[in-house]
């Protein structure tokens, strides 16, 4: 009779341990979950593909130093000289955040940019793809409408030593699948 109840007591043991790892690993998808919904929400209210960006230079010091976060919105409004824009170029990963030169209206009513970060001596001509003097309207991420101050570092760290990157994820992952829920 005891090894009944002893066989008992251990699958209902099991089952609670299986049924709170599963209960764990849900919470742990949800986090996930709601971050992409949230990064989503943000591109469509912003109408850029990165609403967030991190400065990664100090190409623009003194208005934005390496490691601000700023925050965009691509609007159709025109864009206008003094402005602080992120680009992409062509065929590179990593947008650029530098104010607007000059801007070049065509006949047919589309817009060309020349751009230079404020603590550059020359414009970026040089940084554009190979050929290219202007950017295009479609070039441009979206203009920079906030920012908060240096709290993007932690994003540089992380990218200049990845290992950090591998064991915060896995920290945060044990973290939540060994927190017990009273």
Do not use: C
Not at 90 to 112: F, L, Q, S, Y
Not at 137 to 162: C, F, K, S
């Amino acid at each position: 009779m005891n090894i009944v109840k002893n066989q008992a007591f251990e699958l209902k043991k099991l089952w609670k341990n299986k049924r709170q790892l599963s209960f764990q690993g849900l919470n742990l998808a949800m986090i996930v979950f709601s971050a992409l919904m949230i990064w989503k929400g943000l591109m469509f209210i912003t109408k850029s593909e990165s609403p967030v960006v991190v400065v990664l230079s100090g190409s623009m010091e003194p208005a934005f130093q390496r490691g601000d976060i700023l925050f965009l919105n691509n609007q159709d409004d025109p864009i206008r000289v003094g402005e602080i824009v992120v680009f992409k170029i062509k065929d590179r990963d990593i947008p650029i955040v530098h104010r607007v030169m000059k801007v070049h209206e065509k006949a047919d009513g589309k817009i060309e940019v020349l751009t230079k970060g404020d603590n550059n001596r020359v414009d970026d001509r040089g940084l554009y793809a190979p050929g290219q003097q202007w950017l295009q309207r479609e070039d441009i991420l979206g203009r920079a409408r906030g920012t908060l101050r240096y709290l993007g570092m932690v994003t540089i760290i992380l990218n200049d030593y990845p290992i950090l990157k591998y064991v915060l994820i896995g920290v945060m992952g044990l973290f939540v699948l060994t927190n017990k829920e009273s």
